[in-house]
């Protein structure tokens, strides 16, 4: 069981340039996250999906965009990328929420360089 | 608007010895709260789940406690071992949608 995969690993991407991360997960899981981890002001999420084909904002949204086709998915798109997007970004998932199956579980990040 | 503050920022400590490690959150209307390791280059690793009705859980060496009213909660790691050296993350939910606040994170460091 894989859990939670992340691509890629690393990409160092032109500013203006359109990205997208991609976020998997074979859990099952209901709720999936986006969050950016930079140096001195922790992890602060971008993003959220309760369920399939919602999705809601979270703390640092501007500049990103979420789709959630299907339970697995949950891709990061970036239209249009600038420095201060520099992080690293991790994706996570969890049952759903509310009903006692909040532990929310990480994958092993995308580091981003925007230049 | 939750904010969180862990308090060492950094410890470092002979192998061996137990130790706590602090977190303290502004709103107290949480509806749990996890503890984290990561690895550094790493991913988050869950290590506890507290549920706001809970005072103490515990998994192997580690106990987490929470006084949710104060708004504190401990991660207590008892016989420290050199491979439990890493950042230590503490996350209070606040409901609505599974919403977690990170604190920055205690950075330990056991010595052999």
């Known amino acids: 069981i894989a859990g939670i995969t992340q691509a890629p690993t690393s990409q160092i991407l032109a500013a203006g340039r359109r990205m997208t991360l991609r976020c998997t997960q074979d859990?099952?899981?209901?709720?999936m996250y986006w969050y950016r981890q930079d140096l001195g002001l922790g992890l602060r999420l971008i993003h959220y999906?309760?369920?399939?084909?919602?999705?809601g904002k979270g703390e640092v949204p501007d500049g990103y965009s979420v789709s959630r086709a299907n339970t697995d998915d949950f891709p990061l798109t970036l239209a249009s990328a600038v420095p201060s997007q520099t992080s690293v970004y991790f994706c996570?998932?969890?049952?759903?929420?509310?009903?006692?199956?909040?532990?929310?579980?990480f994958g092993p990040g995308t580091r981003l360089t925007v230049l | 608007k939750q904010e969180v503050t862990q308090i060492p920022a950094a410890l470092s400590v002979p192998e061996g010895e137990n130790l706590v490690l602090n977190c303290s959150f502004t709103?107290?209307?949480?509806?749990?709260l996890q503890w984290f390791r990561q690895d550094p280059g790493k991913g988050l690793t869950s290590l506890l789940l507290?549920?706001?009705?809970?005072r103490e859980q515990t998994s192997g060496r580690l106990n987490a406690s929470l006084d949710k009213s104060s708004g504190r909660s401990t991660l207590y790691i008892a016989a420290s071992q050199p491979g439990d050296s890493a950042t230590y993350l503490c996350?209070?939910?606040?409901?609505?949608?599974?919403?977690?606040?990170f604190g920055t994170g205690t950075q330990l460091k056991v010595e052999l």
């Open positions: 709103d107290s209307a949480i509806y749990n």
């Open positions: 859990m099952r899981h209901n709720a």
């Open positions: 996350a209070p939910n606040g409901g609505g949608g599974n919403k977690l606040t």
């Open positions: 996570a998932s969890s049952g759903t929420p509310g009903q006692g199956r909040d532990e929310q579980f």
């Open positions: 999906s309760n369920t399939a084909g919602t999705t």
């Open positions: 507290i549920q706001s009705s809970q």
